[in-house]
């Protein structure tokens, strides 16, 4: 038997605000998934993003809590330009998202900044830098 990596999987506590966060980056949930207990988008290379909500977690786990204090987990988004970074981090800020860093040039050669999804949930958004700088 082989296994093969397929889903990535986060519990969200409001699924609406989580998907109007991932929408706006570009993903694409079925119509009506806001009224659903568990959703998905197809991610490239055949992965899938799975939105579950807090109580379809507790239907089957009930003692399941949320967990405390900082994330262990990121998702990354490559946008096509550093310009692209800088706008899709003041978009996602202005629209009231926590911005955890700001956009900077890091010393590995992408332009790069953190948001924080509605469940506090790092989301990093990077861009190769041109050559040379």
């Known amino acids: 038997m082989t296994s093969r990596f397929a889903v990535i999987g986060l519990v969200v506590s409001d699924l609406a605000a989580s998907l109007a ?3 706006r980056l570009g993903l694409e949930f079925p119509e009506g998934s806001e009224e659903q207990p568990h959703v998905e ?3 490239p290379g055949g992965l899938r993003l799975a939105l579950d909500t807090e109580e379809t977690i507790r239907s089957f786990h009930a003692g399941w809590e949320p967990p405390a204090g900082g994330g ?3 998702l990354a988004f490559r946008c096509g330009s550093p310009a692209e970074v800088d706008a899709l981090y003041k978009d996602l800020v202005g629209a009231g998202h926590h911005g955890e860093l700001k956009p900077w040039d ?3 050669g992408m ?3 953190v948001v924080h999804d509605p469940d506090g ?3 990093d958004l990077l861009a190769e830098l041109p050559a040379g700088q």
Do not use: I
């Open 111 to 113: 332009r790069y900044a």
């Open 41 to 43: 988008a197809e991610l």
């Open 21 to 23: 966060f991932y929408r």
């Open 72 to 74: 262990r987990v990121s």
């Open 106 to 108: 890091a010393v590995w």
């Open 121 to 123: 949930n790092g989301v």
